[in-house]
């Protein structure tokens, strides 16, 4: 055997393992998207029909809300309308309610100093008889010269 004939055999050797090798890539490379076509075969098995119940959802949720939408301008509507009752209403019978009010007070006020007017002994008081407290002692211990410890010190 010549140095020629030993070069073309390593030579032969190395394209032999060269094509194992890469036949062996290929026949993974070929396994790895047989697998990737059965998942993506199967993610589309499965996402079409929730894409389905997603569209049916979404179209429910429109429903609705066109709904409350109805919903919402006949609530304002009618929360327009209790205003303005209740305008009319306060301007109806609020001032007239007023006028009776002061009246009514004004008619037991004069029946009350009538009546203390009225009573045999009892001296009429009117607002100076009343007790205020200032400092802690009343307006009559204080005109009896009863001390205060305010303004001392």
Do not use: C
Request: glycine share 12%; no cysteine; charged share 20%.
């Amino acid at each position: 055997m010549s140095g020629g004939e030993v070069a073309g055999l390593i030579v032969a050797v190395f394209w032999a393992i060269l094509v194992s090798f890469l036949a062996v890539v290929l026949v993974r490379l070929a396994q790895t998207l047989k697998q990737t076509t059965k998942l993506v075969a199967g993610v589309t098995e499965q996402a079409v029909p929730l894409l389905g119940e997603a569209t049916a959802a979404v179209r429910s949720a429109h429903t609705q809300l066109d709904r409350v939408d109805t919903i919402t301008a006949d609530v304002q509507e009618v929360t327009a309308n209790a205003s303005a009752l209740s305008s009319t209403v306060a301007s109806t019978l609020g001032g007239p309610l007023v006028k009776v009010a002061a009246f009514g007070y004004g008619v037991r006020r004069a029946v009350g100093k009538q009546a203390e007017e009225g009573l045999p002994g009892k001296r009429r008081t009117g607002r100076a008889g009343r007790r205020t407290v200032i400092v802690g002692k009343s307006l009559p211990a204080a005109r009896r010269g009863g001390r205060s410890t305010r303004g001392k010190g």
